[in-house]
C-alpha cells in the first residue's frame, strides 16, 4: 500500500492532530494547520483515530497510487484530477492502482488537504505522525516531501463510504476572527487597544506554518512588549516592540518572550490557516465568558 | 495563593501568572502547582506548560467549564501556600563536561574577556548547581538559572550557523546545552557527551523544569570514552 511523489508542490508535509503533552520540554505541537478540514478528510473516508494526512501549501503535489485506495481531498481548491478527470472536493473517491492525482494552484484557500483511507503511515514519534521541519522530528523523515518519496499507508480493510456530505468551504480574502483578550493585554495603552480592533492588517508573505506576520498600523504599548518567557498556544497574538502582531500558527514555540494583547478564538483559526499573504484581517472582541458559553450550547 | 493570578489564553487555555520575574521561588510555584494539578487528573486537563513565571493550563471546554478548572487551579494554589513550595525535592543531575580547546572553542576567548584564567572559569562554570527554570527554544534546551556573573560575556556578534549538538555555553549571565545541532551566538566553552534530547528515547529529553544541573570536568579520553559508550554517565 503506497503512493510515490511525483512532483511535492513547494511545501507539503506529513500532518495529524499535533504532537502534544511534550511542550513542557520545548518540543512543538506542529499539526495541521486547518483543523476542520482535516478532521473532514479523515472522516469522510472513514479514518477515526486521528490518522496522518498530507497537507499541501499554494501549488499541490503530484501523486501515483501504487495500490488502489479510497482518498478525500479537502481544505483549499487546489483543482485536483484523478488521470485528467477533476475529482470532486470533500467526498471520498475510489483510486485504482496506478492513477495519478494531481494537484494544481490553490484557486481558493491556502492549505489543501489528501486523507487516505487507513492514514498516511510514518512512525510515531512522540504520539504524534506530525513533521515538525524546526526540530527535523516525525512526519516523513521530519521534512517536506521531496519528489521520488514512497508514502507507505495503512491497509485499510474492506470499506464502502457513507453518505456524509459537506458544504464547500468559501475562503474569504477579507476574514474577520473573534480575539479572546490577554493574557498580557496590559501592556498595551488604551489606545494600543484600539488600534488594534479597528483596523485592518494584511498579511505579510513573511508569514508560515509556525505564525502570520502582519503589516498595519503599529500597536502601542506603555513601555515595550518584551516580558519574561510565558506559555503559547494556537492562535495567540504577540505584539513584538516594533508593534506589528504576530499570530501564532500550529509550529508555534512553546514559550515566548513578547506580551500578547489576546488569543484567536479557536473556531476562527482554520480561516487563518487558508488565508493567503495580502489577505486582510480584522479583529473582533469576544470575552472568555462568552466563549466559553459556545460549548455549552453545542 | 499571593500574587497568582489566573487568565484566560483563548479559549482552551488558563494561564496561572505569578508575575513578571525571574525568581527561583517564583518559579518553585509553578512546578508545584503543575505537579499538584497533575497529581489530580482533573477530567478535560490536557497538558500544562511551565515557564519562570505561569503556568499554561491548555482544557477541553467540552469537558471542564472555564470557571471550573479556575477554581481547581485556585484550590491547588491555595494548599501550595506555606510549606509545600519549598519541600520541592532537588533532583540534580551530574552533567560530564570537556572543557576548553577543541571542545571549547571559545574558552580562550573567554578568559581574556573575563580576566580569568581558563581554570578559574572552569572552576567557576562547574561550582554551581544551575536550576532548570524551564525548557523551549529548542527540544530539551534548558534555562539554567543561577550562573556566576564573573564569568558572563556577551554573545558572539556574528552567531555561528551550525553549533553541534551537546555544545555547553554561555550567553550573557546564562549557560546552557544545545540539545540538537542549531545556529546560535553562544560562546562555546565545553562539550559533554550526554544527551539532552533524544527523539527514540522513550524518554526524549533529559530534564524537567524543577531539575538542578551540576558540570562536572572530564578530559578529553573520557569524553571520548562515554561518547563511544552513547553519553551514559
Same mark, same amino acid.
Given at each position: 500500500m503506497s503512493i510515490?511523489?511525483?512532483?511535492?508542490?513547494?511545501?507539503?508535509?506529513?500532518?495529524?492532530?499535533?504532537?502534544?503533552?511534550?511542550?513542557?520540554?520545548?518540543?512543538?505541537?506542529?499539526?495541521?494547520?486547518?483543523?476542520?478540514?482535516?478532521?473532514?478528510?479523515?472522516?469522510?473516508?472513514?479514518?477515526?483515530?486521528?490518522?496522518?494526512?498530507?497537507?499541501?501549501?499554494?501549488?499541490?503535489?503530484?501523486?501515483?497510487?501504487?495500490s488502489a485506495a479510497w482518498f478525500a481531498v479537502t481544505g483549499a481548491d487546489m483543482q485536483a484530477k484523478l488521470d485528467g478527470a477533476p475529482v470532486e472536493r470533500y467526498r471520498a473517491i475510489r483510486a485504482e492502482a496506478g492513477q495519478t492525482l494531481a494537484f494544481g494552484m490553490a484557486a481558493n484557500g491556502c492549505r489543501g488537504y489528501l486523507a487516505v483511507r487507513g492514514g498516511i503511515d510514518v512512525p510515531l514519534v512522540m504520539g504524534s505522525r506530525s513533521t515538525d521541519m524546526s526540530a527535523k522530528l516525525g512526519g516523513f523523515e521530519g521534512r517536506a516531501l521531496k519528489a521520488g518519496d514512497v508514502l507507505s499507508t495503512i491497509p485499510d480493510g474492506g470499506w464502502t463510504p457513507s453518505d456524509l456530505r459537506y458544504d464547500l468551504p468559501v475562503y474569504e480574502s477579507a476574514v474577520e476572527v473573534r480575539v479572546i483578550p490577554g493574557p498580557q493585554e496590559e501592556y498595551f495603552t488604551a489606545s494600543g487597544v484600539g488600534t488594534f480592533f479597528s483596523s485592518v492588517y494584511e498579511i505579510s508573505p513573511n508569514s508560515d506554518r509556525m505564525g502570520l506576520r502582519l503589516e498595519g498600523p503599529k500597536i502601542e504599548s506603555f513601555s515595550g512588549t518584551d516580558i519574561v518567557s510565558d506559555g503559547i498556544v494556537f492562535g495567540s497574538i504577540q505584539v513584538p516592540s516594533g508593534g506589528k502582531p504576530i499570530i501564532l500558527m500550529a509550529d508555534h514555540q512553546t514559550a515566548g518572550g513578547y506580551a500578547k494583547i489576546g488569543t484567536v478564538l479557536s473556531f476562527d483559526l482554520s480561516k487563518l490557516a487558508q488565508a493567503r499573504p495580502g489577505d486582510t484581517v480584522r479583529f473582533t472582541r469576544i470575552s472568555a465568558k462568552d466563549a466559553q458559553a459556545l460549548y455549552e450550547r453545542k | 495563593m499571593e500574587n497568582m493570578k489566573i487568565v484566560p489564553a483563548g479559549d482552551r487555555a488558563l494561564v496561572a501568572d505569578f508575575g513578571n520575574v525571574i525568581s527561583e521561588d517564583v518559579n518553585r510555584k509553578v512546578n508545584a502547582l503543575k505537579k499538584s494539578l497533575s497529581a489530580e487528573k482533573a477530567a478535560g486537563v490536557r497538558e500544562m506548560i511551565p515557564t519562570y513565571r505561569s503556568?499554561?493550563?491548555? &482544557?477541553?471546554?467540552?469537558?471542564?467549564? =472555564?470557571? %471550573? $478548572?479556575?477554581?481547581?487551579?485556585?484550590?491547588?494554589?491555595?494548599?501550595?501556600?506555606?510549606?509545600?513550595?519549598?519541600?520541592?525535592?532537588?533532583?540534580?543531575?551530574?552533567?560530564?563536561?570537556?572543557?576548553?580547546?577543541? &571542545?571549547?572553542?571559545?574558552?580562550?576567548? =573567554?578568559? %581574556? $574577556?573575563?580576566?580569568?584564567s581558563e581554570k578559574e572559569i572552569i572552576d567557576i562554570h562547574a561550582g554551581t548547581e544551575y536550576r532548570v527554570y524551564m525548557l523551549g527554544f529548542l527540544p530539551g534546551f534548558v534555562y539554567l538559572g543561577g550562573m556566576d556573573e564573573r564569568i558572563a560575556a556577551p554573545r558572539l556578534k556574528t552567531p555561528r550557523v551550525s553549533i553541534p549538538a551537546g555544545s555547553v555555553g554561555i550567553?550573557?549571565?546564562?549557560?546552557?546545552?544545545?540539545?540538537?545541532?542549531?545556529?546560535g551566538g553562544w560562546r562555546l566553552i565545553g562539550m559533554t557527551p550526554t544527551p539532552f534530547y533524544d527523539p527514540t528515547s522513550e524518554n526524549p529529553v533529559l530534564c524537567e523544569a524543577g531539575d538542578y544541573i551540576r558540570f562536572v570536568p572530564i578530559t578529553p579520553d573520557e569524553y571520548e570514552r562515554l561518547k563511544k559508550e552513547g553519553g551514559a554517565s
Open positions: 510515490f511523489v511525483k512532483t511535492p508542490g513547494p511545501l507539503t508535509t506529513v500532518q495529524d492532530e499535533g504532537r502534544f503533552f511534550h511542550q513542557s520540554s520545548g518540543i512543538r505541537p506542529s499539526g495541521v494547520m486547518d483543523v476542520a478540514a482535516y478532521e473532514a478528510a479523515n472522516a469522510l473516508v472513514g479514518n477515526e483515530n486521528g490518522e496522518a494526512v498530507l497537507e499541501m501549501t499554494f501549488l499541490g503535489a503530484t501523486l501515483e497510487f501504487r | 503556568l499554561l493550563v491548555e &482544557y477541553n471546554p467540552s469537558m471542564i467549564t =472555564m470557571q %471550573e $478548572l479556575s477554581r481547581r487551579i485556585e484550590l491547588a494554589a491555595a494548599e501550595l501556600d506555606g510549606a509545600a513550595a519549598e519541600t520541592e525535592k532537588r533532583r540534580v543531575l551530574e552533567i560530564p563536561c570537556c572543557y576548553g580547546g577543541k &571542545y571549547g572553542e571559545d574558552l580562550a576567548d =573567554m578568559a %581574556e $574577556l573575563t580576566g580569568l550567553g550573557g549571565s546564562q549557560t546552557g546545552v544545545y540539545p540538537m545541532a542549531s545556529p
